[in-house]
């Protein structure tokens, strides 16, 4: 899977028969690189992964690239990000649309910035702990249209950013306190 590897980068290249990867399977297989705190990780294929359950879960790395990386037939992105260190996480092509559960998706992640608004949520079920934890200095959720979720038990639960933007979340129906965001 691994298809280059320089000091500074390595590149994963997942094939469109692959349906499942391990959780913690990039912190595996990073584990032992020396650049660490200048990494950059990029990703590309994907198509066949239905889950992303953990998949980049304790990465510590400069830069998570995920611009090439294709997510359209994942159903669940839960804990994929949980645990991680990284300054800039791209995710500009992230496709969303198909995802059921994205709870606890960047807990417990330390980055610059979450600009998470062109994300699809429509078919998102549970965001539960999606951000508990998190520091980050904004995370953006404008666009997001949220109607047919249920799960936001502490979505934002002790979370450390200092701007939240949340234009147009939530749909009149639903309801959810987001009031404690600080500790």
Not at 19 to 28: L, N, Q
Not at 111 to 122: I, Y
Request: neutral net charge.
């Amino acid at each position: 899977y691994i298809v280059n590897e320089s000091r500074n980068t390595m590149t994963f290249l997942i094939p469109s028969n692959v349906t499942y990867i391990g959780e913690r399977w990039i912190s595996s297989k990073i584990s032992g690189n020396s650049s660490k705190g200048s990494l950059i990780i990029k990703v590309i294929g994907g198509s066949g992964l239905y889950t992303g359950k953990g998949l980049f879960e304790r990465c510590s790395a400069d830069t998570i690239d995920l611009r090439n990386f294709d997510t359209s037939n994942m159903v669940s992105m839960r804990e994929m990000f949980k645990d991680t260190l990284v300054n800039n996480l791209i995710l500009h092509n992230f496709n969303t649309k198909n995802v059921e559960d994205m709870g606890n998706m960047f807990s417990h992640c330390v980055t610059k910035h979450l600009d998470l608004r062109h994300f699809d949520v429509n078919n998102v079920e549970t965001f539960d702990s999606m951000f508990e934890i998190a520091t980050a200095v904004n995370i953006n959720l404008s666009n997001w249209k949220v109607k047919n979720s249920y799960g936001f038990n502490l979505m934002f639960f002790c979370c450390k950013s200092k701007k939240i933007i949340l234009n147009d979340f939530l749909d009149e129906s639903v309801k959810i306190d987001i009031s404690d965001n600080s500790s």
